[in-house]
């Protein structure tokens, strides 16, 4: 993804075409960001398909993609990163300084802003916000990132325009916690949250006076099982460079269209506007008519998702899972699982399943993390030899071409993967085919999604899996809970009853390390250090990294899609159609 870079400033006017100052009390010098961004035109719509109806318009209890998708563009957070540089930025905090043992923050808000229903925000807004997503009893899933040090952060009001964050031990990556939290307008909830029933407020049905947010659009209409309309905030808080007022679009449509080769033939007609989150095949599909069809396709290279085989290395008892259990004995061989991955074919995956268009990994982190990669790791090459070469130190052998271990059993086991996702199913074909070559028999077992996550968290009944993680952030505190042993979704080993091996507690300590250590150098030293040891160690084998594939209508200006999520949408406010429609 080419990096191009948001120049911001902060003005004191803005244009004719804003609400501001039209209501008595009004401030007419709201404290505005302008951008740096090609100026447009004002006016149309954009219409954009989603799969699934949002479950929540409520940013503190939202969990599905498809509900922040819309969620996003009805609010506003105090630091944003930006997706093309993926770093902090000003948002409705114009400005923010940290002590220097990085445990107190002070964030400046921006005066006179104003909620899409008129209220003027202030510091306030910001202390009910950060109270809510840290109450229990919303249950958001918000709460656990801003949980430092085994303790809640705190937000302080220091005076209408000025807040202070504390924090109980440095945290390195401090200014992220604050991107996509929606500031939410306590003049509204904060009556339902007193009542405890916060959790149920603003439902997809909600109507539109009942909810404000900070956002360039605000809710205006709900047709259920069809369609989200919104329309754009005449309050909103951003300008273009020539002192217009954002956003360009009077409204955005969101269509009900629930599978993926739909939302192909749809945006094909013309039907929708941008279309994201493309499989290989239909962006070939698109590619052949992209010109004559009057729409742009873009391969923004790999994304955040890395795709991994792993082996079940979780503390069993014997009694429990036998046929499991005796087959770690090969599985906690890190030459066994060196061997396996020197025998895969990643290229080939990236040929037959995603047409070209991924890329081979060597850890988990992607070239797409542009700010973290270690690009001293060396990159995966396919070698049976190799492979042959690490099993037979190792004590196996080979007997009419099958492998055995020293005891003569034949070295074989399941390989359980997601029915529903076909390039998954794809890639563990794959893989089983290049194992045959080396004399493993694996057997590919699609399960459900839910069967699959049951498996693998629960009950760990399975032998080895092929999943995939997208990482939520370039930073490494959004991988915490894979890396660290105790972490939730630690998936080959959960819930550990023995001591990490050396390779595994040097990771927690370097996971541990970078998390508080404020040097921008020394985190990345640590953090190459973790890519190197799971490289060696392969507690996951890194397999692929499928390319971020949009497409949006040739008309539409501004349009600059980033691998962060959301990858179309995030600077909607910024998006104008360069001619009348």
Do not use: C
Not at 111 to 116: A, E, I, K, N, T
Not at 225 to 239: A, F, S, T
């Amino acid at each position: 993804m080419a990096s191009r870079p948001v120049l911001l400033a902060f003005v004191f006017a803005v244009g004719s075409a804003s609400a501001w100052g039209q209501g008595q009390g009004v401030s007419r010098s709201p404290d505005v960001l302008r951008t740096g961004s090609e100026a447009g035109k004002a006016g149309g719509r954009l219409v954009v398909a989603l799969r699934a109806e949002p479950k929540t318009l409520n940013p503190v209890t939202a969990v599905d993609q498809v509900s922040r998708d819309v969620i996003g563009r009805l609010s506003s957070d105090l630091i944003h990163i930006d997706r093309d540089t993926q770093k902090t930025v000003p948002a409705l905090a114009r400005s923010w300084s940290a002590s220097a043992d990085g445990r107190h923050y002070t964030l400046e808000l921006r005066r006179g802003l104003r909620f899409s229903d008129g209220h003027p925000f202030d510091a306030d807004d910001v202390v009910f916000s950060f109270e809510t997503y840290l109450d229990e009893r919303n249950a958001s899933p918000e709460r656990d990132q801003f949980i430092i040090g085994g303790k809640p952060l705190v937000v302080r009001k220091l005076d209408p325009y000025r807040v202070a964050v504390d924090l109980a031990q440095p945290y390195a990556a401090a200014e992220r916690l604050f991107d996509s939290v929606a500031m939410l307008p306590r003049h509204l909830l904060a009556k339902a949250e007193q009542e405890g029933r916060l959790a149920q407020s603003w439902p997809v049905s909600a109507a539109a006076a009942e909810m404000a947010g900070l956002g360039p659009f605000r809710l205006k209409s709900h047709a259920a099982g069809d369609r989200i309309v919104l329309e754009r905030n005449p309050y909103y808080w951003k300008v273009d460079g020539a002192g217009h007022a954002l956003p360009y679009l009077d409204e955005i449509v969101f269509l009900l269209v629930p599978s993926d080769d739909a939302q192909v033939i749809r945006f094909k007609a013309g039907e929708t506007d941008i279309v994201n989150r493309l499989g290989a095949a239909n962006f070939s599909l698109l590619a052949g008519d992209a010109g004559a069809a009057g729409y742009k396709l873009a391969d923004l290279g790999p994304g955040l998702e890395y795709s991994f085989l792993f082996f079940n290395l979780n503390d069993l008892a014997a009694e429990t899972l036998p046929e499991v259990a005796r087959k770690q004995a090969w599985f906690r061989q890190v030459a066994f699982r060196r061997a396996v991955s020197a025998a895969l074919d990643r290229p080939g995956i990236v040929r037959l399943v995603y047409q070209g268009r991924a890329t081979p990994l060597a850890t988990h982190v992607t070239p797409g993390n542009k700010l973290w990669i270690d690009t001293a790791v060396p990159r995966p090459a396919r070698s049976l030899a190799h492979a042959r070469e690490l099993l037979g130190a190792a004590g196996f052998a080979w007997k009419e071409g099958h492998l055995v271990d020293r005891g003569g059993a034949p070295v074989e086991f399941t390989i359980v993967a997601s029915a529903s996702n076909a390039a998954r199913v794809q890639m563990a074909a794959i893989i089983q085919d290049d194992l045959r070559e080396l004399g493993i028999q694996a057997q590919v077992v699609p399960l459900e999604s839910r069967a699959l996550l049951d498996r693998v968290t629960r009950t760990h009944d399975y032998e080895a899996a092929l999943m995939a993680l997208v990482s939520g952030d370039v930073d490494p505190t959004s991988e915490m809970g894979v890396w660290l042993s105790s972490g939730p979704t630690h998936l080959w080993r959960l819930a550990a009853t023995r001591p990490p091996e050396p390779w595994e507690a040097e990771i927690d300590s370097l996971m541990q390390r970078q998390l508080v250590t404020l040097d921008a150098r020394e985190r990345k030293r640590a953090y190459d250090r973790v890519q190197e040891l799971v490289a060696a160690n392969l507690p996951i084998i890194p397999l692929v990294s499928p390319n971020v594939l949009v497409g949006a209508k040739a008309g539409l200006g501004n349009f600059r899609p980033a691998i962060l999520e959301p990858q179309v949408l995030w600077n909607a406010d910024e998006l104008f159609w360069t001619a009348p429609r």
